[in-house]
């Protein structure tokens, strides 16, 4: 499958498993010097390889496509602008982690799991309105040394090397965030301490689908 039809693929296994639903989410690629992403209010079952709009990654005022990009595509431009090592971007409305963003409760290290993230917690971005440059800033800092975030009263947004990846850890981030809640409803999960996630972090370099690549 090429990019885009790997993209409408993601989109609607996000439905199949719980962590999309209706024309919430988004999901970008790294192609070349550009990006493709999923265009603005379209729903998964009726997404088609030919709507994605194409993005270049060094501007900011055009892009290319049938439709309008999502509104989101500020967040993954500047995710793939600024980390070479990812390729692809997946942004959902997953249940679990939707409820602890609305809380504004960061998840800390309540499963080794965590360690795929690429440290001991993963942070809240602040609010700003959807598709706004402010909301970008907040999630390129919550993602600092990390492959994804919660963003605040809204979802969450995780970053892969390659589609699969990526989409790999939005089920693994949707996961720790039902541990996490769940735990909190019988006073609290005993966290792991930083030397067990660092242990558990060595392993992970090559743990999980295709942990290298360049979006493909």
């Given at each position: 499958?090429?990019?885009?039809?790997?993209?409408?693929?993601?989109?609607?296994?996000?439905?199949?498993?719980?962590?999309?639903?209706?024309?919430?989410?988004?999901?970008?690629?790294?192609?070349?010097?550009?990006?493709?992403?999923?265009?603005?209010?379209?729903?998964?079952?009726?997404?088609?390889?030919?709507?994605?709009?194409?993005?270049?990654?060094?501007?900011?005022d055009?892009?290319?496509?049938?439709?309008?990009?999502?509104?989101?595509?500020?967040?993954?431009r500047?995710?793939?602008?600024?980390?070479?090592?990812?390729?692809?971007?997946?942004?959902?409305?997953?249940?679990?982690?939707?409820?602890?963003?609305?809380?504004?409760?960061?998840?800390?290290?309540?499963?080794?799991?965590?360690?795929?993230?690429?440290?001991?917690?993963?942070?809240?971005?602040?609010?700003?309105?959807?598709?706004?440059?402010?909301?970008?800033?907040?999630?390129?800092?919550?993602?600092?040394?990390?492959?994804?975030?919660?963003?605040?009263?809204?979802?969450?947004?995780?970053?892969?090397p390659?589609?699969?990846?990526?989409?790999?850890?939005?089920?693994?981030?949707?996961?720790?965030?039902?541990?996490h809640?769940?735990?909190?409803?019988?006073?609290?999960?005993?966290?792991?301490?930083?030397?067990?996630?660092?242990?558990?972090?060595?392993?992970?370099?090559?743990?999980?689908?295709?942990?290298?690549?360049?979006?493909?």
């Amino acid at each position: 499958m090429n990019h885009s039809e790997q993209i409408c693929a993601a989109m609607a296994e996000l439905v199949r498993t719980g962590l999309n639903r209706g024309a919430s989410g988004n999901i970008s690629v790294r192609d070349g010097e550009s990006m493709l992403i999923t265009p603005s209010g379209i729903t998964p079952q009726n997404l088609r390889p030919e709507m994605m709009a194409r993005i270049p990654l060094d501007r900011d005022d055009s892009f290319e496509g049938p439709f309008a990009p999502s509104v989101e595509w500020r967040f993954h431009r500047d995710i793939l602008r600024t980390r070479p090592e990812m390729g692809a971007v997946v942004h959902s409305h997953a249940p679990w982690c939707t409820v602890l963003a609305c809380a504004r409760r960061p998840i800390p290290a309540v499963h080794y799991m965590i360690a795929a993230f690429g440290g001991p917690d993963i942070r809240v971005a602040d609010y700003a309105t959807y598709g706004s440059a402010e909301l970008s800033h907040h999630v390129l800092k919550a993602m600092e040394g990390r492959a994804g975030c919660l963003m605040a009263n809204h979802g969450m947004v995780v970053a892969g090397p390659t589609l699969e990846r990526a989409m790999w850890l939005a089920e693994e981030i949707e996961a720790l965030a039902h541990q996490h809640f769940h735990s909190l409803l019988i006073g609290g999960a005993a966290l792991l301490s930083q030397n067990e996630i660092a242990d558990t972090m060595a392993g992970f370099a090559t743990y999980g689908p295709r942990a290298t690549g360049e979006g493909k």
